[in-house]
């Protein structure tokens, strides 16, 4: 763990947080459920300009910094614990931690708890749109809607009951020279990396022991899989294989919901591991619905 030592030139009340951690001496990485909505509200608070990734507002946000890599904090902090559904991303990109941030400021401002203010920051930036219609259109082909007794995928999402929890397999936004982590390094082979998976993930896990959990594309599936491992997820609730649902990904999207033929297919998708994953998800919810 290294934090920044040089407050010389940091405005009154950054440089007053800075300080106060280093006199306090916190080591952040060993506190696996620190209020860290609460911890880092001054911060915020206190942040000017623009972009809170950035200067002095960067560095009171740092939680590690370890060469080329850094993890900083942002309000994803709060567990939906009612959700069915845990969908489960790489790492917050930049610009998500920066409109997460923007909320969290803004709910403090109006006079909102820090826990209120990292509840009501978790919403901003969740997927919605034609990302969202993606997913719950998947969803419906796979017959989750039936396992979860909802009408389709689209009702997981409906304002009111908090059916579906956002995460990322490394909850805190992590930095490689500066730019969104991209899978590498090795996210089990890096051990400040390896750390949030089995201290902030593993919270999570726990706390939502009978949802499905979905990793979106191939680079949070190690990080779900090795929970399940260590026993903190049922292997058989992991559902795997599912196409991201961004616009990029539209041609393999369709394919999989069967909007379009394998014969209109580019070189690019290829369709045997679409039908695999199909088949095999569609298979995996029904036997969690017969064991219901």
Known sequence: MAYPTDASALTSPIRSFIQSIHSEFI????????????????????HRGSAFLEGDTLNALTMHTDGRISVTWAPFDHIFT????????ITPGRQQAENALAA?????????????AS?????????????????????????????????SGADLFSPGPEL?????ALRHPVLVNGKDYNGTPDMLGTPALRQQIETHLAEEARALPSALWLPLGPKPVPAVRHLATRGLIDPERILEGLPHPSGANGE??????GRKERAELSTKTRPEPLDE?????????TRLRLAA
């Not at 459920?33 to 206190?46: G, I």
């Not at 009612?82 to 991303?89: E, I, Q």
């Open 27 to 46: 080591a952040l990485d060993n506190l696996v459920r620190t209020d860290f909505a609460t911890h880092f509200a001054a911060a915020v608070a206190a």
């Open 82 to 89: 009612d959700a069915r559904l845990v969908v489960v991303g």
């Open 104 to 116: 969290f400021k803004q709910a403090i401002a109006a006079g909102a708890s820090p826990a209120e």
């Open 119 to 151: 509840r009501r920051a978790k919403y901003v930036g969740a997927f919605s749109g034609p990302i969202r219609n993606n997913l719950a259109a998947m969803l419906d082909r796979i017959g989750v809607q039936s396992l979860l007794g909802v009408r």
């Open 164 to 168: 579906v929890h956002f995460t990322s």
């Open 252 to 257: 393999r999207v369709a394919y999989f919901l």
């Open 277 to 285: 994953a199909r088949e095999r998800l569609t298979a995996q919810i």
